[in-house]
């Protein structure tokens, strides 16, 4: 699986997540301090991490910041994006299930290393739901991006 994966500074629940990807086989795109070790604005990072999932250059993309919202909404002001902060593996699966989440957001201040590799494991493994349900909600969802609500 092709993973941008970017953060807007480098914490012990940064380099979990890529150790594991890394360990996982993914091909990872760094972005940020996770890839040159330099500042870099986090809405500037959010941009760059998601872009490649909006034009097809992969398949998903894991953001960090340190409370994850501001990550998240400048995520999913990138057309084509659903990003979901979640804190738990639960919420994740929910998030790929009924929400068809492409992009996975962390809090560095509130996730553990351990929790966020749960969480990153669910999120990676449960299939986009296909119940009618699902796949309405995701293209009412779809049109907002298309009419700007």
């Known amino acids: 699986m092709r ?30 301090p996770l890839m040159d070790g330099d500042e870099h604005e986090w ?3 959010s941009e760059a991490t998601v872009r490649p999932v909006a034009d097809g250059d992969a398949d998903t993309a894991v953001v960090f910041c340190w409370s994850g919202t501001g990550a998240c909404m400048a995520a999913n002001k990138v057309r084509g994006i659903r990003a979901a902060l979640c804190g738990d593996a639960e919420t994740a699966r929910l998030a790929r299930k009924y929400n068809h989440a492409n992009v996975l957001v962390f809090s560095m201040r509130a996730t553990a290393p351990g929790v966020a590799l749960e969480t990153l494991e669910a999120f990676l493994a449960e299939p986009w739901g296909e119940d009618d349900f699902d796949v309405r909600n995701v293209a009412a969802l779809n049109r907002l991006d298309v009419t700007g609500g």
């Open 43 to 45: 809405v500037d990072v």
């Open 3 to 32: 993973i941008s994966v970017g953060s807007d500074m480098r914490q012990p629940v940064t380099d979990a997540v890529i150790q594991w990807l890394a360990e996982h086989d993914h091909s990872l795109t760094l972005v940020g």
